[in-house]
T-cell receptor, first 110, second 115 residues
Framework: QKEVEQNSGPLSVPEGAIASLNCTYS??????FFWYRQYSGKSPELIMF????GDKEDGRFTAQLNKASQYVSLLIRDSQPSDSATYLC??????????FGRGTSLIVHP | GAVVSQHPSRVICKSGTSVKIECRSL??????MFWYRQFPKQSLMLMAT?????????EQGVEKDKFLINHASLTLSTLTVTSAHPEDSSFYIC???????????FGPGTRLTVT
């Protein structure tokens, strides 16, 4: 059973701070890693994907992948109230069927 | 990013009737489309994976005769909920991707209410 684990939260951070979201996965053969944002009542929206170990930056977002430790994280710099949402981690391997975590709820308070 | 549309966005139907939901990739060819269901405050649940021109692969516990999936072209997949019952009321979301391993893009979802 392939598992993707996320802390459900909520993670509460003040506006302007860095939010750090973490995800661990069980399948060592995983190759593709994705972060999605889902606002309440809406469908998920792709934020970033990462395939190689290390960091990948896109604007205020940085994805970090460590395959040896089987974790992937998402950093959000200069957090804004509009970043308040549930963040979903998804991982796929040889079957190419993504497995989603249950999501971490992020609250950015003014 | 790529755009996936879904229609209708909301539907209310009576118990025992069937409802069809369409999912379209608007600016790319989707070799694979996924169908999810999400109950309030719960996580995404994958129902089935559909590859163009092939029969859909259903997840364990999902009745393939109740949730009919057709992926007839590289831009269109449909989900038909047959003989709907109130317990089928949920948020149904499709997603599409161009190639294996690629990121998937989600449609806006269809909120189904069965009365």
């Amino acid at each position: 059973q392939k598992e993707v684990e996320q802390n459900s939260g909520p993670l509460s951070v003040p506006e302007g701070a860095i939010a750090s979201l973490n995800c661990t996965y069980s399948d060592r053969g995983s190759q593709s890693f994705f972060w999605y944002r889902q606002y309440s009542g809406k469908s998920p929206e792709l934020i970033m994907f990462i395939y190689s170990n290390g960091d990948k930056e896109d604007g205020r977002f940085t994805a970090q992948l460590n395959k040896a430790s089987q974790y992937v994280s998402l950093l959000i710099r200069d957090s804004q109230p509009s970043d308040s949402a549930t963040y979903l981690c998804a991982v796929s391997g040889g079957s190419y069927i993504p497995t989603f975590g249950r999501g971490t709820s992020l609250i950015v308070h003014p | 990013g790529a755009v996936v549309s879904q229609h209708p966005s909301r539907v209310i139907c009576k118990s025992g009737t069937s409802v069809k939901i369409e999912c379209r990739s608007l600016d790319f060819q989707a070799t694979t489309m996924f169908w999810y269901r999400q109950f309030p405050k719960q996580s995404l649940m994958l129902m089935a994976t559909s590859n163009e021109g092939s029969k859909a692969t259903y997840e364990q516990g999902v009745e393939k005769d109740k949730f009919l999936i057709n992926h007839a072209s590289l831009t269109l997949s449909t989900l038909t909920v047959t003989s709907a019952h109130p317990e089928d009321s949920s948020f149904y979301i499709c997603s599409a991707r161009e190639a294996p391993g690629d990121e998937q893009y989600f449609g806006p979802g269809t909120r189904l209410t069965v009365t």
